[in-house]
């Protein structure tokens, strides 16, 4: 069972950065890899990149690319998702998610064995 937690969410203005963090209690870490999520009011849940185990390896979707990026910390068991230039349109709660021997283009949360509960972003105009 792997546990993770996210912080870092909150409320910013439109052109801001925030940077998320994922702290996972899996004791190999490495190879697990981790996805970011997020989901506001009323839409589905959706992909918003991914990382392998090492780090070798992102992916993101065209929505995101170019502003966000996803790194980790296999030392600290930590994945942070740095989060650029932002948009009313990035409001949504923002998840963390991991999957044993996964690869960075698994796209669907299905994928996904672990999730987090969670952080707020809020990004006003």
């Known amino acids: 069972q792997v546990q993770l937690v996210e912080s870092g969410g909150g409320l910013v203005q439109a052109g801001g950065s925030l940077r998320l963090s994922c702290a996972a209690s899996a004791r190999t870490f490495s190879r697990y890899a981790m996805g970011w999520f997020r989901q506001a009011p009323g839409k589905e849940r959706e992909f918003v990149g991914a990382?392998?185990?090492?780090?070798?390896?992102?992916y993101y979707p065209d929505s995101v690319k170019g502003r966000f990026t996803i790194s980790r910390d296999n030392a600290k068991n930590t994945v942070y998702l740095q989060m650029n230039s932002l948009k009313p349109e990035d409001t949504a709660l923002y998840y963390c998610?991991?999957?044993?021997?996964?690869?960075?283009?698994?796209?669907?949360?299905?994928?996904?064995?672990?999730w987090g509960q969670g952080t707020q972003v809020t990004v006003s105009s």
């Open positions: 990382i392998s185990g090492t780090g070798g390896y992102t």
């Open positions: 998610a991991a999957k044993l021997w996964g690869a960075a283009t698994m796209t669907s949360a299905g994928e996904y064995d672990y």
